[in-house]
């Protein structure tokens, strides 16, 4: 089975999927496609190419020239999910080192969900290598999606829709995982939605029995993205405030590499600062005084390492305080920027409802200044639990579930390592 679209070609052999990142012309390629892999594949008697961009599909036989072209008949499965019957979808995530997926019903909530890391892989490192994470998301998919359908007692009959991460995020990633999804939608004759990595965070506290209404004021601070959002509804985002430089979670990395910490450094420099005194190194929060939202840490980032030059190279492995401290103290200073931002939009937009998502968000300290500042205004805080923070299948299952009304409108196989959030629209109809 070979699936195509926007310019590029998935194959699948034997259950085990291949991805060729190959511009083809479909109908001129296709009868030569498939004398290709005559020879190798002496077991394949059609290839199949269908273009979920037209829908239409391709007919080869592998041993003549012959292609006939048909519908593709989806009207009976988009019907079944304009429905408000119950509805499973099948959630795909593999934007950068985590593989997520993660079963979602409208009417019953989440099913099951599994979770790989690549935190292990990338170590040695320092940092995530995007054609090692690719690899495994590729090693990974279809082994975790069996586990996780046999957790929940689901047949692939069952399912009504697959969404999967279609940006931002690295680019070799993103198409491992629209490719697979594309392709289980197509063999399961479902359909696939494309969903934005950050606005599945955005939505995530959806998950949760304690979940906000709208309108809300969103704080999406993660590896790669620093957001103050005004979200209105679903796809009525307004940016208040991004990072001029460095996002919250390099901040952490960051800091945690100058520290000499191990990958991931932002868990381990919270760890290390849980012991601290915040208070003994006086590091800026850089944009606190100036109008606006936008946040900045390459600063204190600096500061970080002239403070570590004064102090001495061996300093702090000769001083285990010192390093707590030093780590307290630069923890407190982005928590104190991500923090008064947060507050300072609230105050100016007048939402009473504050939600934190993304990886950043599960930091312990930047949870509770939060809800202790913002409760004592008369507000409320909402977050998802600690595994939901983090990448995960679950808050794509549920955003592909919301936004089911979409699926087809994107380009097949679409990865977007570059995708603004505020260019999302409300989904077709309300969900």
């Not at 940016?239 to 460095?246: E, H």
């Not at 934190?356 to 500042?373: C, E, T």
């Not at 808050?395 to 089911?404: E, P, Y």
Request: hydrophobic share 45%; charged share 20%; with cysteine.
């Amino acid at each position: 089975m070979a699936f195509y679209g926007s310019g590029f070609l998935a194959l699948a052999f034997l259950g085990w999927l291949l991805v060729v990142l190959a511009a083809a012309k479909l109908r001129q390629d296709a009868c030569f496609l498939a004398r290709t892999f005559e020879a190798p594949q002496r077991g394949v008697k059609i290839f199949v190419f269908p273009n979920l961009n037209l829908r239409h599909c391709i007919v080869v036989s592998a041993r003549s020239r012959f292609n006939v072209a048909k519908t593709i008949k989806s009207s009976a499965a988009m019907a079944r999910l304009q429905s408000t019957e119950s509805m499973i979808v099948l959630g795909i995530e593999t934007s950068c080192d985590e593989t997520g997926l993660a079963l979602y019903d409208r009417q019953a909530g989440l099913l099951a969900h599994r979770l790989f890391s690549q935190a292990d892989l990338h170590a040695v490192y320092g940092g995530v290598v995007p054609e090692l994470a690719s690899r495994d998301h590729q090693r990974r998919l279809a082994p975790l999606t069996r586990a996780m359908l046999t957790d929940a007692g689901v047949a692939p009959a069952d399912i009504d829709a697959v969404a999967y991460t279609a940006g931002p995020g690295l680019v070799g990633a993103l198409l491992v995982g629209a490719a697979f999804g594309r392709s289980l939608a197509y063999g399961w004759g479902v359909p696939a939605i494309g969903v934005h990595h950050m606005e599945a965070h955005l939505l995530a506290p959806l998950l949760e029995e304690d979940r906000p209404e709208f309108p809300f004021l969103a704080l999406l601070v993660s590896g790669g993205h620093s957001l103050l959002v005004d979200v209105r509804a679903i796809g009525d985002y307004r940016i208040l405030g991004t990072t001029l430089d460095d996002a919250a979670g390099e901040a952490f990395d960051k800091g945690a590499k100058t520290l000499g910490l191990g990958y991931p450094g932002g868990p381990a420099l919270a760890k290390l600062a849980d012991g601290g005194d915040a208070g003994r190194f006086d590091l800026p929060r850089p944009l606190s005084k100036k109008p606006g939202y936008d946040f900045s840490f390459s600063g204190l980032k600096t500061a970080l390492i002239v403070q570590l030059k004064e102090l001495g190279d061996d300093a702090l492995a000769n001083d285990p305080v010192l390093a707590a401290d030093l780590a307290a103290s630069y923890q407190a200073a982005i928590v104190d920027s991500l923090a008064g931002k947060a507050l300072r939009a609230a105050r100016d937009f007048g939402h009473t409802r504050l939600v934190i998502a993304g990886g950043v968000g599960a930091n312990r300290l930047l949870r509770q200044q939060l809800k202790d500042s913002f409760e004592a205004r008369g507000g409320t805080v909402y977050y998802p639990r600690i595994a939901f923070c983090t990448d995960n299948g679950a808050m794509i299952a549920l955003t592909g579930a919301l936004r089911v009304a979409d699926a087809g409108t994107e380009p097949a196989i679409m990865a977007r390592p570059r995708w603004p959030l505020d260019e999302l629209e409300p989904p077709r109809e309300a969900a």
